[in-house]
DNA sequence: CAAAAACGTTCACTTAAGTTAAGAAATGAT
DNA sequence: ATCATTTCTTAACTTAAGTGAACGTTTTTG
């Protein structure tokens, strides 16, 4: 479980033996089953998530229906936007499977930072790259139909079409599980005619 | 000039007159005309855009035809995602308005952060914040219609729909021209009847 | 294991966005 | 100031997504 956490960190800074122990001993792992919410809207939390295994989801309740917008799978970090605000949550988290998850809140992270500055650094190349991907992922959205975001999504995590409910998948590319339905019948009779 | 910075920077840190003048000894402010362009698709890059005054946007050509996915104005920062991966740029980076800029790159970046720890953790809150900004912007643009979009962005950003052209605000709202054009008429109408 | 709930697909119908084209309005350049 | 270019709007038509409902399948759960 730390090796995989460890493998991750070493693809951006490298840690000395006493580093990686600080990092052991304040690390916090949770084992969490298939449905499980870890956060409700509504409610406050410090907590972010780092997937190790598994995969998580946010989503909304608008209306009385889910909207998934977001999955992190191995190696994705979620930090909820109410750890950012202090405010309450607009949205749940829940676990699409069984996960292992490192668990960090903000006072663990000043806590090592101040210990250890090249943590901070690992944090804020995170964050930049992170944000820097997020708005290609954004742009590439913007400007397809839902037909070639679906297509894309197929390209560029074929693992989450399969991993994850069709309906759930729906919202996340923006439409309602019967389009979903449609335009996957829609690419299969194009590939046959 | 170098007020509106400080200004900006105290909401998240307090510098010293030391780290004041750090800044102002390595910041390069750059004023630039509306239709400049900034960054090429195709060509690489170092330099990131922090707006002091003014407005910018990126936008890639798909088959010869524009699609503007972000502006950037007053205090909104910009680090091209060739800056991130040292690739060559998926799209352009263009000034909608006569406008002042901060430009940084990453030595200069690595060198006032060696000095000033302090502003690698300024970069990093920064960061986070805006990557959790952006993740809630994603999320309410899957979950809403073209005319929801259209709407909230009238309340959020009403600015920009005054400041920028209809076509260029079309492709950020991730419809065409004619669509907006259309539902900016269909609005009208609703409060008129 | 059986009943209930949730999920995925299909269909007919409605609504809105894409497309193509034309013309009016605004902008920029000489 | 005028001409050329770009931008915005409108309209008719096409295509695809939203909606509501039905139905078979899978998954939960008591």
Redesign the pocket.
Known sequence: MHDLLFDFISKYISLTEDEKNAVVSLAIFRSEK??TTLLNAGEKSNDGYFVLKGCIRTYYVIDGEEKTTAFYTEMEALTPHCVTTKASSEYYISCVEDSILLVSDPDMETEIFSKFPKFETLCRILAEELLAKQQINFDEFKTS???QRYLNLLQKRPDLVKRV????LASYL?????????????ILEKNKG
């Not at 409910?165 to 759930?168: I, L, V």
């Open positions: 298939k449905g139909s839902p037909e409910p069709q309906h759930q923006g439409i309602k599980p019967q389009s979903l339905s449609r335009l996957r019948a829609r």
